[in-house]
């Protein structure tokens, strides 16, 4: 794996634009710049190649901005499998970092998504998490550690390479998330875990679509659980664990066995959106809600993964009737296309939650230089 510690021109990069007053458009692999706010004469996120991924953020529609590329900020600083912690560099490619870890039986249990030149910055500013999300955790629960650069061009570095109780906010989980407005990320430790000893793919055939009460009431029960997901018609559960704990749980549950590299390509498939249900012409949205909550009365296609806490769906209504139907179901909506106002990407936050996060924001970038807009737009103007 390429190793280069490029700390010092980052910093230097963010004092100049600092001093300039300059917006900072934060890129590392451009993997993800389909998220957020990219603006149409955006030279930096113009790629609408969805397999082309983001690294940490981009633009703010200032055509002046300070484009700052983070991936030859590279490389593994520090790894004791037996320890299990990694510190890395934040412009590390996913790829490099998931084959170091595979080569040591290990691996990140919340399963980042893997978009070709995807950087584990990305991962973090983004906030991304696969399948195993609601039951191996997600990205920020897995984060011990971090070091940024603030709105002040300061390094600061927060939490450590061990487990602790903290005090008042966890500021590198607060970046997770934060789509590059609150820092540029430099490196990160995070907890890893050795990889099962035996997963299977389980399918079962529901009696009508997008049913998904099977999944929660399976959820209660005492079986290795991994992953759930329902297309269409069909129930997809994945179990992993020991090699007996998989084999007493197959037999108590029943159903079609995805074997092999079949079972392992399908959870890929959903982790990077490389499924043949994301190639549509339709918006894609991610919508969040509890696993329990009702179907939502959206017109689309839909796919439910998580058990049924993340939704995926495919339609044309417009952004405020998918804000308004996740939020009576409890949950949030994020548009995963290119394209709309910089307002209809993200569920709108208001009230006290919108302060916080304004505050927050403002104490580590005091003039709002980091990727304006990118990431809740509304937070650019004042609360009234």
Same mark, same amino acid.
């Given at each position: 794996?390429?190793?280069?510690?490029?700390?010092?021109?980052?910093?230097?990069?963010?004092?100049?634009?600092?001093?300039?007053?300059?917006?900072?458009?934060?890129?590392?692999?451009?993997?993800?710049?389909?998220?957020?706010?990219?603006?149409?004469?955006?030279?930096?996120?113009?790629?609408?190649?969805?397999?082309?991924?983001?690294?940490?953020?981009?633009?703010?529609?200032?055509?002046?901005?300070?484009?700052?590329?983070?991936?030859?900020?590279?490389?593994?600083?520090?790894?004791?499998?037996?320890?299990?912690?990694?510190?890395? !560099?934040?412009?590390?490619?996913?790829?490099?970092? %998931?084959?170091?870890?595979?080569? %040591?039986?290990?691996?990140?249990?919340?399963?980042?998504?893997?978009?070709?030149?995807?950087?584990?910055?990305?991962?973090?500013?983004?906030?991304?998490?696969?399948?195993?999300?609601?039951?191996?955790?997600? +990205?920020?629960?897995?984060?011990?550690?971090?070091?940024?650069?603030?709105?002040?061009?300061?390094?600061?570095?927060?939490?450590?390479?061990?487990?602790?109780?903290?005090?008042?906010?966890?500021?590198?989980?607060?970046?997770?998330?934060?789509?590059?407005?609150?820092?540029?990320?430099?490196?990160?430790?995070?907890?890893?875990?050795?990889?099962?000893?035996?997963?299977?793919?389980? +399918?079962?055939?529901?009696?009508?679509?997008?049913?998904?009460?099977?999944?929660?009431?399976?959820?209660?029960?005492?079986?290795?659980?991994?992953?759930?997901?329902?297309?269409?018609?069909?129930?997809?559960?994945?179990?992993?664990?020991?090699?007996?704990?998989?084999?007493?749980?197959?037999?108590?549950?029943?159903?079609?066995?995805?074997?092999?590299?079949?079972?392992?390509?399908?959870?890929?498939?959903?982790?990077?959106?490389?499924?043949?249900?994301?190639?549509?012409?339709?918006?894609?949205?991610?919508?969040?809600?509890?696993?329990?909550?009702?179907?939502?009365?959206?017109?689309?296609?839909?796919?439910?993964?998580?058990?049924?806490?993340?939704?995926?769906?495919?339609?044309?209504?417009?952004?405020?009737?998918?804000?308004?139907?996740?939020?009576?179901?409890?949950?949030?909506?994020?548009?995963?296309?290119?394209?709309?106002?910089?307002?209809?990407?993200?569920?709108?936050?208001?009230?006290?939650?919108?302060?916080?996060?304004? %505050?927050?924001?403002?104490?580590?970038?005091?003039?709002?230089?980091? %990727?304006?807009? !990118?990431?809740?737009?509304?937070?650019?103007?004042?609360?009234?």
């Amino acid at each position: 794996m390429q190793e280069n510690d490029i700390t010092d021109q980052l910093q230097q990069q963010v004092e100049q634009a600092v001093a300039a007053e300059k917006a900072i458009t934060i890129v590392g692999g451009n993997s993800k710049h389909f998220l957020g706010f990219v603006p149409q004469d955006d030279s930096a996120g113009s790629n609408t190649d969805t397999d082309n991924v983001a690294g940490t953020d981009h633009v703010a529609g200032n055509s002046e901005a300070l484009t700052l590329n983070t991936t030859a900020h590279c490389g593994i600083v520090n790894y004791e499998p037996t320890e299990l912690v990694v510190t890395v !560099r934040t412009g590390t490619s996913m790829q490099a970092l %998931n084959q170091v870890l595979q080569d %040591n039986g290990q691996y990140l249990p919340f399963e980042p998504p893997v978009l070709n030149t995807g950087t584990i910055g990305g991962v973090l500013a983004t906030g991304l998490s696969g399948p195993s999300r609601p039951f191996s955790g997600a +990205v920020r629960d897995y984060v011990l550690g971090m070091r940024i650069i603030n709105g002040k061009a300061e390094c600061l570095r927060f939490g450590g390479e061990v487990m602790k109780n903290v005090a008042g906010y966890d500021a590198a989980r607060l970046q997770v998330g934060a789509f590059g407005t609150m820092g540029v990320l430099l490196e990160t430790s995070m907890k890893v875990l050795p990889l099962p000893e035996a997963t299977e793919t389980l +399918v079962h055939e529901l009696d009508t679509e997008l049913n998904n009460a099977p999944l929660i009431k399976l959820m209660r029960q005492a079986v290795p659980l991994t992953a759930a997901a329902v297309v269409g018609n069909k129930q997809y559960i994945r179990l992993s664990g020991s090699q007996a704990a998989v084999d007493a749980a197959k037999k108590q549950l029943g159903g079609d066995v995805l074997s092999g590299e079949q079972g392992v390509q399908f959870w890929l498939s959903l982790r990077d959106l490389t499924h043949a249900f994301f190639n549509s012409d339709k918006t894609l949205w991610r919508v969040s809600v509890p696993e329990y909550a009702d179907a939502l009365t959206v017109n689309g296609d839909w796919l439910y993964d998580w058990a049924g806490a993340q939704r995926w769906l495919l339609s044309d209504e417009p952004a405020q009737t998918i804000f308004n139907a996740a939020e009576q179901a409890g949950g949030h909506a994020t548009r995963f296309s290119v394209g709309g106002d910089a307002l209809e990407i993200f569920q709108p936050i208001n009230g006290g939650m919108r302060v916080l996060q304004q %505050n927050l924001r403002s104490s580590f970038d005091p003039q709002g230089l980091f %990727n304006p807009n !990118r990431f809740h737009a509304e937070f650019n103007t004042p609360q009234v």
